[in-house]
């Protein structure tokens, strides 16, 4: 029976995830570990709503359980050796460097968590991949456990998270499914696998709680987000052909959708997708498949990322030709720079790689946005690279209110789907722009007819 658990790195997986487990385990003791001290501050922040990440419902989980059996701490040797079972919870980006280099996922802070377990570790440990790692990992991180360490024993276990930013609490509380890979084949492994299933069996029904061998595992999570990324690029290159067609990509999705092979989720047609887990799990799939010498198979996933990046760039391009083909100097309006609603998470978030690239056409980019906070705007645009920060930041201004950010705007580009925005008062808003005043849903949020009639130029995806 498990009664410790530690989790290394308190972020967007690690932070909820860990929440939720608390929340529905009293018996045991949760500890989330982290490096980066001000994360862990704002975790334990008394004012609950100041918790780093936003997700709907969070702050009442982490207020249920926190200082009862959730602890927040930097204290990351004490953590690990306390527990029975660790997660590594930290981040797997893309390689930015060496071999791989916009690819491969860089595995050094999984390794850097391993090694640490290893040196740290003075009872058996079973060690469980949270974080989404490439098809084959938990054979290095047992290779550096098992010769690095104190002699402990350490079982490995592979366990996904599916938990979508924004949903995160509803998708914890009631999963689709849990997904524990682990070696049932020796005793040791068998029980390792039980004692997860055990946790989840606190609040998820038992069915619902799938167990497989280790690399299917670790298989699936790249799958699942290869396939439902495959879908919103799927749709996107639909909504091209729509628009030269008068085929309307909402109805063509509503039509396949009922079909019950097809599903009606995961259709819907945008600007493209963003967030830190669909590019990055996509190339990291790629550059396996082609580290295996399966090109066919690396160049069919890749053609999902490729979609993406011109969905994202025909949206820019519009706006730039729609407006009379120059935007220099012009005031556009951003009403949302994450990725998604109800997340303040803005990686890899669509906003970015327009607002690029209006930038380069000495745009002036305005950004209003309810959850991301004005430094992160900066910060997203800078670390591209393009043009120095200081062009950045005299070309884009970031507002507190949407109506100061739309005024005197040539155009408005709707970037994410907040529910807000649908119910601005829209002729406010029209009445403080030049006009003819320019409206781009990317998101086929606003009510177009409305719209129309106060007068706007409204321009959405796939109609
Ligand atoms: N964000 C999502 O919705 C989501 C969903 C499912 C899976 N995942 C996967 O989960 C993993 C984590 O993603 P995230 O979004 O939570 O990342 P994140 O960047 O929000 O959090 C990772 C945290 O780990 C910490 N960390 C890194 N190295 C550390 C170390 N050696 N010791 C202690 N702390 C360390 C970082 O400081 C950071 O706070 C990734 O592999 C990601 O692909 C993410
Ligand atoms: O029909 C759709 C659905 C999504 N999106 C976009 O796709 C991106 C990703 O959305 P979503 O999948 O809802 O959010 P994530 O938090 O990125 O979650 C994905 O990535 C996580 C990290 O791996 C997984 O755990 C989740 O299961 C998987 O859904 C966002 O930009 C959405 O706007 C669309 O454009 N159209």
């Not at 690690?14 to 929440?19: E, I, K, N």
């Not at 996904?160 to 040791?188: C, K, N, Q, Y």
Request: proline share 3%; with cysteine; charged share 25%.
């Amino acid at each position: 029976m498990v009664n410790k658990i530690c989790c290394i790195g308190a972020g967007y997986v690690g932070g909820p995830t860990m929440a939720v487990i608390a929340q529905k385990c009293p018996d045991i003791k949760v500890t989330v570990v982290d490096i980066n001290e001000q994360r862990i501050a704002a975790w334990n922040d008394e004012d609950v709503t100041k918790i780093p990440v936003y997700e709907p419902g969070l702050d009442a989980v982490v207020a249920e359980a926190r200082g009862r059996n959730l602890f927040f701490s930097t204290e990351v040797d004490k953590a690990i050796d306390e527990a029975d079972m660790i997660f590594i919870s930290v981040n797997t980006p893309t390689k930015t460097y060496g071999v791989g280099k916009g690819m491969a996922a860089d595995l050094k802070y999984i390794e850097l968590c391993a090694r640490q377990i290893a040196r740290v570790a003075t009872s058996d440990k079973i060690v469980v991949e949270k974080s989404t790692l490439p098809v084959r990992t938990a054979s290095a991180l047992k290779d550096i456990l098992d010769n690095t360490g104190n002699g402990v024993k350490f079982d490995i276990l592979s366990n996904p998270e599916f938990l979508a930013e924004g949903t995160a609490v509803e998708d914890l509380h009631s999963p689709d499914r849990v997904l524990i890979g682990g070696d049932e084949s020796t005793e040791e492994g068998a029980a390792a696998l039980k004692a997860l299933v055990d946790v989840y069996a606190h609040w998820v029904p038992r069915e619902c709680i799938l167990t497989t061998n280790v690399w299917s595992s670790e298989l699936s999570k790249l799958t699942a987000n290869a396939v439902l990324a495959q879908r919103v690029s799927s749709i996107n290159s639909l909504s091209e052909l729509c628009e030269v067609t008068e085929a309307d990509v909402n109805e063509v999705a509503r039509a396949i959708g009922m079909d019950s092979r097809i599903g009606s989720k995961f259709l819907k047609a945008s600007v493209g997708f963003g967030g830190s887990c669909f590019q990055k799990d996509i190339l990291n799939l790629v550059y396996i498949a082609k580290s295996y010498g399966l090109n066919e198979v690396a160049d069919y996933w890749e053609q999902v990322i490729i979609m993406n990046d011109h969905q994202k760039g025909r949206f820019a391009r519009n706006i730039i030709s729609t407006l009379y083909n120059t935007v220099s100097g012009k005031k556009i309006a951003f009403l949302g720079w994450a990725f998604k609603k109800d997340t303040n998470d803005t990686r890899e978030s669509a906003a970015i790689y327009v607002a690029d690239i209006l930038l380069s056409e000495q745009a002036k980019v305005s950004v209003y946005d309810p959850k991301v906070e004005e430094y992160q705007v900066y910060s997203d645009v800078d670390y591209l690279g393009t043009r120095s920060s200081e062009e950045n930041t005299e070309n884009l201004t970031v507002f507190n209110d949407p109506y100061e950010a739309c005024k005197g705007a040539h155009a408005i580009a709707v970037l994410t789907e907040w529910d807000e925005f649908k119910s601005y008062d829209w002729q406010k808003i029209y009445d403080g722009m030049l006009k003819p005043a320019f409206v781009f849903d990317g998101r086929r949020l606003l009510d177009e007819k409305q719209l129309k009639s106060i007068g706007f130029q409204y321009q959405t995806i796939g109609r």
